[in-house]
């Protein structure tokens, strides 16, 4: 209801989703807005996630819309999960997460096909090589944030500021 209010009252019509990662909190809503929408509207999901979905995305893979004026780069970002991906808007300056990097931490590797070892290895070589600029938009922010900086989170995210063997410790 509140994703379906929000396009509302921006004037937009939902033609998709893109799921960042399967884990209920992420993925149980698109089921949902699909039976809401009707056939127009399309689930997308990385095929490394494993999950269902009408439109499976890979590494590298540039996803375009309204007529391919938009386009966001998917980013491989395992580490939360195996199937995890970012998406990178270069136009806008941006990236969409998902639990990959959070502000001021990431998401746990303690669940669920989880590995520290990897997720370092994701931000560091995936996320932290985009320009400094670019905006990183959270799946989630427990404290109202809504974006930070690649430049913030490279130089004083307390997690992932540490060596991988430090942070690999610290996940544990």
């Given at each position: 209801d509140r994703d379906l209010a929000e396009a509302a009252r921006l004037g937009v019509n939902l033609v998709g989703a893109i799921n960042t990662h399967c884990h209920a909190d992420h993925i149980t809503s698109t089921g949902v807005l699909k039976k809401r929408l009707g056939?127009?509207?399309?689930?997308?999901?990385?095929?490394?996630?494993?999950?269902?979905?009408?439109?499976?995305?890979?590494?590298?893979?540039?996803?375009?819309?309204?007529?391919?004026?938009?386009c966001l780069k998917v980013l491989a970002t395992p580490g939360h999960t195996n199937g995890c991906i970012s998406l990178h808007d270069a136009e806008l300056g941006a990236v969409f997460t998902g639990d990959a990097l959070l502000i001021g931490g990431c998401g746990r590797t303690d669940f669920q096909e989880g590995s520290a070892a990897q997720l370092y290895d994701s931000v560091h070589q995936q996320l932290f090589t985009l320009p400094a600029s670019t905006m990183v938009l959270p799946a989630h922010?427990?404290?109202?944030?809504?974006?930070?900086?690649?430049?913030?989170?490279?130089?004083?995210?307390?997690?992932?500021?540490?060596s991988r063997h430090e942070f690999v410790e610290l996940m544990a």
């Open positions: 056939a127009g509207f399309r689930s997308h999901i990385s095929k490394a996630s494993g999950a269902a979905a009408d439109v499976k995305l890979s590494p590298g893979e540039a996803f375009t819309w309204a007529g391919g004026t938009r922010d427990y404290k109202g944030r809504c974006f930070s900086t690649v430049a913030a989170e490279r130089a004083g995210n307390p997690r992932l500021t540490k």
